[in-house]
């Protein structure tokens, strides 16, 4: 494995939401983007482009769609059909374009994605939100609560897999619960699979691939942004195999737009020229994983952590008062609060970074959390 994620590299001033919105004296690990060097087939291809001196309106090309279909292949042993595959900006407006589907309310579990939970309220259409049960810190459905939460309107159910932020990957029994669940309600499946690409423990499973309700009633969410260090160079897909329900996201996805030129090679790029860097990229964030959470269970007694099955996302509960507003302003340490996610208490944890980053944040957490 190359060394270079142990590299730092200096992101303050190039108008970076992660850094430069933060203090100097800050440690940023809040926002879901690496500080590793991106994938390096797409800076190439990138640059590649760049000898052709004219950046015209561009349509995405055969192969943009082929490289994904030909990846998803390779990773789930799942044909898709070139149809059912419609090449997007990005998922966060897709998300707000779908809840005007059905035009109903929609229903999702907490805590999670906080532009997912807030994408229906954004278009004018409600979220209702239903709490995870949480045992020691382990996140499942409780659908009998979600049952109890339907509204007769209700025409939506999200689901984040692998999930943000509590770093679950749903079991093949789990997905198939949920499919009954929403089959048994009439409802259409809105899957966010962004992090599926950032596993440790178990094998992603595509929702669309669980049964024929679930092939028929989906629209799925794909992007390389989160694994490939590309979230600025965004890109992504939806994967709609029903022909009407694919008609009705065209419809109303109409001025979202396509994916900019850049941003078709990075994606065709990520999709079939970086595997080799995926894995080591893997391999680091799986470490980052071990340490942390070694650590977290050896510094703070009172914390509460999941075990993160993906993403390169913790969530952690430290303790009576210890939120992100104390640690930003005793620790200098910036992270996501978890009310944001629909849950007062807990904070999110970026480790996508140099592992001495991880090792500078705890220690001012521990010195903050000792001086309280």
Known sequence: MSNTFDEHIDRRGTSSIKWDITAQDEL?????????????????????????????YTKAPQQLVDSFINWFREEYDYDLKREWVVPITGIVPALSVVSNIGGGSSITVTPNYHMLLDAPGKAGNQMIRVPLHNENEYYTFDFEALKNALLPDTKLIYLCNPQNPVGRIYSLSE???????????NLTVISDEI?????????????????????????????????????????????IPDEDLRNEFNRLSYAMGHPGLFNIEAGIAAYSESASWRGDLIEYLRGNR?????????????????????????????????????????????????KDFGAEGYVRINFGCPRDYITEALDRIEKAIANK
């Not at 997905?175 to 089959?183: D, I, N, V």
């Not at 690409?197 to 799925?220: A, Q």
């Open 290 to 338: 071990d340490y942390l959470e070694s650590e977290l269970g050896k510094r703070f007694k009172d914390a509460r952590f999941t075990h993160t099955e993906a993403t390169y996302l913790q969530w952690v509960n430290f303790g009576e008062g210890i939120d992100a507003g104390f640690i930003r302003k005793n620790a200098k340490v910036v992270l996501t609060d978890g």
């Open 195 to 239: 992090h599926c690409e950032l596993l440790y423990d178990s094998k992603h499973i595509p929702f669309l691939t669980v049964e024929d309700y679930s092939l028929e009633n989906s629209i799925s969410f794909y992007a390389p942004g989160k694994t490939y260090n590309i979230p600025g160079v965004s890109m992504a897909f939806a994967v």
């Open 175 to 185: 997905l198939k619960q949920f499919e009954q669940f929403a089959r048994e309600n």
């Open 28 to 56: 940023p690990m809040f926002i879901a983007d690496m500080d590793f060097v991106s994938a390096p087939a797409v800076k190439k291809r990138i640059a590649d482009r760049l000898e052709h001196p004219v950046f015209g």
